[in-house]
């Protein structure tokens, strides 16, 4: 009798895909001056058509897939958290001097066209002695998240800002991550800071320079943005 043929061993399984890593990339809105060269905090301008920059920081980098966003307040700050709590696009409110009406509160809170991430404000209570403190602050709140690798960050006052730029900086961040956006040759933000550099650059802040100092000694990695954006921060009221 001819030996039966022996059946033909069963396909290999597909692979299962492992569960995507948990790190994150945060943002981090350093908006906590007084903006004294502006004549009022940065935190509570709005441009033109009514639009709070504090508000678009935070959208920018939630867009950008930031998550969560860690935002720094200090001068006039509980006027500033409102004003982010209301998710503010009033163009009533351009001078940035009143508050939104309950109304503008209860329509835009949980506004259907705005991405969600959770949003972690802080106050820092020594805003007053400068960029530094503001960063310090942001950074000491991100190293209480344990799964983040990174920040993306970014001052208050680049209202051109987009999330393609915010998109290209953060890349494939790692905890030793050290980059910063260039606009034509020119410094400027975001800057993605990994993980391994949060604790080493808290013990170097000082006065109102942030983190320049520290960038410059670590070969931060610089990223050319000017085809996305200006890069422009604004001092002064046009």
Known sequence: MADMQKPAPDPQPA??????????????????????????????VHDAAGRSWLQNAVDVLVAAGCSPVIVVLGASGAH??????????DPASTNGASAPSPAAHSARQHSAARPTASVLVVHATDWAEGLSASLRAGLRCALEQPDLVAVAVIP???PDLNTATVARLMGLSDAGTLRQARFAGRPGHPVVI??????????????????RPYLREHDVEAVECGDLGTGADVDRPD
């Not at 790190?23 to 940065?42: C, D, F, H, N, T």
């Not at 990994?194 to 942030?210: F, I, M, N």
Request: hydrophobic share 50%; no cysteine; net charge neutral.
């Open 15 to 44: 692979s299962i895909p492992l569960p995507a890593s948990t790190a994150r990339v945060g943002g981090l809105v350093l908006a906590a001056g007084a903006g004294s060269r502006y004549g009022m905090p940065k935190a509570l």
């Open 156 to 158: 208050v006052d680049v």
């Open 80 to 89: 500033a958290a409102a004003l982010l709590n209301a998710g503010d696009n």
């Open 194 to 211: 990994g993980r391994a550099h949060w604790v080493p650059l808290l013990d170097t802040l000082a006065g109102d320079t942030g983190a």
